[in-house]
């Protein structure tokens, strides 16, 4: 692209008015304001559909090593640690949420949202917007009762996505006392994490979903509100 | 959102601040934030941008500059954007500016004394950058970055306009053009050419880059640390590099002057990749 070709794309106009946009009030702009329940649909659907493997990425660490079962050939990678996988999940959860400008348009009406607006809730709760998260505790326990068959038609992970669910689950535990990540939690980790070639053990994926729960904590601690 | 905007030169840094300070003449309520920072609106709505110059270049500093940004992922920098100038091996090219899609790397070879002249010849190992009969290492891959051309979450070329290049990336100022004809493959793929291994020179390399690449091929020393560096962070869609092609390999013949002229005149293909990215997150037109 050339010099006046930019300049022809780019005129002093459209700029001068763009860099003058970004000071008005969300609420200035009517005419995305009319597309804002789409897009916050958009943004929630991806949110939700990218975390296995987005977990499985940033769980990831450049080591490999060979099946332990000789039924398997090739190679798999093994995790970083469970602590590190979901510091580095949810802090691309924040940054999404952030990027995706979630909490820069206006809001819509949570009626008409349907399992959206749990999960909008939930991050909203993440970033310091609300004072308690969605739902109540045994909402989010429940998943520690549930088998995969279960799982895969519960409630937690329609609305808020398989990741997000565990770590929620993390956290609850931590809160009530007497309660621990159930065999059936850790397994669905492990399975998340073998269908994207990482090798992890029961024990690697108990420890990540009690990680995440605590990493739950620290980021709505200390997260800003307003930078959301 | 917050951006970071790196430069390698002094005639690149003072194209951003020039950037930054028509910013703030013209855009209403924009303000300075420390002595390399501008910024706008508040909550939300806070858009930064803070520019890095490293006064210095290389493969090497590039990547360490980003791991530098990257270092935690608590950091502040949303995307990363690297300003700089190129080489072109097309002259039609020269006065363009670019979005690096595809970057491949030229450097690992030998420099060996010549048979006849005094003084040092260099050249490049091929196994580095093709398949190659006898096989003995894979070729280095090449890195592509997804929003340039819409594999990610972006088409920042359908939407800034910006077209997209090829670097191939080295660590040297290459002042040769490409060789008349591509090295020739032993054999054809699929699965890939195979290449006689040995030594190329520069202009091979450039000759057999021209050849696959089908994209304006640009000469620089950065992007492939930064790409390399991006892949193993696993943030290559927060990485942008925009590249203005400002010296055609042969001809160096243009001053520091024109160079400096020429990349505060295209500073505004930044503004154009940082409108893209808020548009998308804040549901903005312009």
Known sequence: ?228 | MHFAIVTFNEREAAAIEALFNQVVARGGPWYRRGPDGIYAGSGARLLVLRHHPLNSQGNVVAATCLARLFKDEDEEADFIIFYGCAGVVDSSYLDNVFLVSQVSYASLGTVSPPSTSPGEHITLKNKWMCYTKPKEVEPLMSVTFPDVEGSGTLDLVAITGIPAAHVMATDKVVKVSPSSSPPKPLAYGPPHDTYKKGDWLYADALSYTQNYCHLPLLVEMESYGIGMLAKALKIEERAIIIRVATDSLVDHSGSDQRQADSLVRFNLAVLAVVIAYVNRAWGLTS
């Not at chain 1, 943004?43 to 769980?59: H, K, N, Y």
């Open chain 1, 1 to 228: 692209m050339n010099l006046s070709q930019l300049r022809e794309r780019y005129s002093e106009d459209r700029v001068v008015n763009w860099l003058r946009t970004l000071a008005e009030p969300v609420e200035s702009h009517p005419p995305e304001t009319r597309d804002v329940p789409n897009r916050f649909r958009e943004t929630l659907s991806r949110l939700r559909g990218e975390q296995e493997i987005t977990f499985v990425r940033l769980a990831a660490s450049a080591q490999l090593q060979e099946w332990p079962s000789s039924e398997q050939s090739g190679l798999v990678y093994m995790p970083v640690s469970p602590v590190r996988a979901a510091h580095l999940f949810l802090a691309y959860v924040i940054r999404q949420v952030r990027i995706s400008g979630l909490f820069a348009r206006q809001w819509p009406s949570p009626q008409g949202l349907g399992d959206d607006a749990v999960f909008l809730s939930l991050l909203e709760w993440l970033g310091g917007l609300r004072p308690s998260y969605p739902a109540d505790q045994d909402y989010w326990l429940a998943r520690n009762r549930m088998s995969l068959f279960q799982f895969r038609v519960s409630a937690s992970q329609r609305t808020v996505g398989p990741i997000l669910s565990l770590f929620m689950l993390g956290y609850c535990v931590q809160e009530k006392s007497g309660t621990v990540v159930s065999r059936f939690a850790s397994r669905d980790l492990v399975r998340i994490l073998s269908s994207g070639s990482l090798l992890a053990t029961d024990e690697w994926a108990r420890s990540a979903i009690v990680a995440g729960g605590i990493e739950l904590a620290r980021v709505r601690a200390s997260v800003v509100p307003e930078a959301l």
